[in-house]
């Protein structure tokens, strides 16, 4: 599978996030270079917009994701 391509401007990928997680680099793996479409921040900036993603949102975050989705 090809890499997000959400990649030069995403805030976790390119490590400006203040809580990246210890794990980021194998998140990173598992999500921005593999199951992208599965991503809690991909799925959040196709359902309302990329501007609408929390800074703080971890790819890991599908239930948080889904809470934002969901509320409007
Ligand atoms: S964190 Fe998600 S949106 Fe950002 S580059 Fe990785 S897969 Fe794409």
């Known amino acids: 599978m090809s890499d997000c391509n959400?990649?030069?401007?995403c805030p976790f990928f390119n490590d400006r996030m203040s809580n990246k997680?210890?794990?980021a680099e194998l998140i990173k793996s598992m999500?921005?270079?593999d199951d992208?479409?599965?991503c809690a921040r991909m799925v959040v900036a196709?359902?309302?917009g990329r501007d609408k993603?929390?800074?703080d949102l971890l790819p890991s975050?599908?239930?948080r994701a889904l809470e934002i989705?969901?509320?409007l």
Do not use: E, H
């Not at 959400?6 to 401007?9: F, H, I, R, V, W």
């Open 6 to 9: 959400l990649t030069s401007t």
């Open 21 to 23: 997680p210890a794990t």
């Open 31 to 33: 999500y921005c270079k």
């Open 36 to 38: 992208f479409n599965n």
């Open 46 to 48: 196709k359902a309302l």
């Open 53 to 55: 993603v929390p800074v």
């Open 61 to 63: 975050q599908a239930q």
């Open 69 to 71: 989705v969901t509320a």
